[in-house]
């Protein structure tokens, strides 16, 4: 499994990356125009992340239009629905409104910062699990 964190806050980056369990590869960024270009050239190179973790604060490119970008880059490549990556927006505030623009633009989780070990633990295990199913089709 490969995972991208960005997130403006070197803190949180490092943070998240240790809470990885061993095995899983990941690579971070600081802004959303870093995390688009890294998602565009791993789906040219044909090895798409599998999960992407996006701050909503991000800056250069702010977490919304950066979600939105990527699935763009993603539909532009013939990437199927059910066959994206996984994008968790985070955020520091609780605002419905934001999260509700998030899903509709193809978020799949939306959390409030600072994210749990457990919360990541599980959505960590989830992805692995559906892309092990994948696998076996």
């Given at each position: 499994m490969t995972v991208l964190f960005?997130?403006?806050?070197?803190?949180?980056?490092?943070?998240?990356?240790?809470?990885?369990?061993?095995?899983?590869?990941?690579?971070?960024v600081k802004?959303?125009?870093?995390?688009?270009?890294?998602?565009?050239?791993?789906?040219?190179?044909?090895?798409?992340?599998d999960l992407i973790f996006l701050d909503e604060g991000l800056s250069v490119g702010n977490g919304r239009t950066t979600l939105e970008s990527i699935r763009n880059i993603e539909a532009e490549n013939?990437?199927?629905?059910?066959?994206e990556a996984v994008i968790v927006m985070t955020s520091a505030e609780q605002n419905k409104e934001k999260a509700l623009v998030a899903f509709c633009n193809g978020c799949d989780y939306y959390l409030h910062l600072p994210v749990e070990t457990k919360m990541l633990n599980s959505i960590i295990k989830t992805t692995q699990n559906d892309l092990d199913l994948k696998d076996r089709c």
């Open positions: 960005a997130d403006g806050n070197y803190k949180n980056r490092i943070w998240n990356q240790i809470r990885l369990k061993d095995g899983i590869a990941c690579e971070q802004n959303g125009d870093e995390a688009v270009r890294k998602v565009r050239r791993r789906i040219e190179d044909r090895k798409p992340y013939g990437i199927l629905l059910g066959d």
